[in-house]
């Protein structure tokens, strides 16, 4: 079957960093997805890694490693506003998008 | 920003119950999607469409329908609300035709059901 997973929770510190890991198993891959979704709001997309290595933007940071099946969500300077859920989304040899259940970030003042 | 509007945002129904929930998006987005969330879930893909006259059934289907008449329309309709129906109901849209198939999902603020 596919499978994506993530912590369930994490906590954080304001202007710390934090790193949100997403391991994940498809039928195929053809992108690996992180969004950011606030309580009750609909998800917002953050970035898109299919190639492996590191992409910045900002203070979000997503890496990908396809030979791993695994990717990570670097959060820099924590402001209040980063909490939220963080989604990991792999679209497999289908093109249909599998999520994972998301992290819930808890920062901490 | 995506221009994505879902109505009703909230909804409250008995069981038995027809319902529809409306999708509309102003982007001119071929494809739309219908996802079911329950809290502290996985979204789990309910319908697709890849355009108009388009539909596809996706891992929840078997309770819903939808319709792609319109572009810009994508409603999905519950024949007969029951309690395992309650959750929140995503919709969303991407701006690619059939050979863009990573492009960034647009979501519509959601609805959230409750059946009696």
């Known amino acids: 079957g596919q499978n994506i997973d993530q912590p369930t929770e994490m906590t954080a510190t304001e202007g710390a960093i934090v790193q949100i890991n997403c391991t994940y198993q498809?039928?195929?891959?053809?992108?690996l997805f992180w969004y950011q979704q606030h309580a009750g709001e609909a998800p917002t997309f953050l970035s898109y890694n299919v190639l492996d290595g590191l992409e910045e933007k900002g203070r979000f940071s997503s890496f990908l490693s396809r030979s791993k099946g695994y990717s990570y969500l670097l959060l820099k300077e924590l402001q209040m506003k980063d909490s939220a859920s963080y989604l990991c989304?792999?679209?497999?040899?289908?093109?249909?998008?599998?999520w994972g259940a998301g992290t819930k970030l808890i920062i901490k003042p | 920003e995506a221009d994505i509007y879902q109505t009703p945002r909230y909804l409250v129904i008995g069981t038995g119950k027809k319902i529809t929930l409306e999708c509309s998006q102003t982007m001119g987005h071929d494809k739309m999607y219908w996802y079911q969330q329950d809290p502290g879930m996985e979204l789990h893909l309910i319908h697709y469409?890849?355009?108009?006259?388009?539909?596809e059934k996706g891992d929840l289907s078997s309770e819903s329908t939808v319709s792609r008449i319109r572009t810009e329309h994508f409603p999905l309709t519950l024949e007969s609300a029951r309690p395992s129906h309650t959750s929140q109901y995503l919709c969303?849209?991407?701006?690619?035709?059939?050979?863009?198939?990573?492009?960034?999902?647009?979501f519509g603020p959601g609805t959230r059901l409750t059946v009696l």
């Open positions: 498809t039928s195929g891959f053809n992108g």
């Open positions: 969303a849209s991407t701006p690619g035709g059939l050979e863009s198939h990573t492009d960034t999902q647009y």
């Open positions: 469409s890849y355009g108009v006259n388009s539909t």
């Open positions: 989304a792999v679209m497999d040899s289908n093109y249909q998008l599998i």
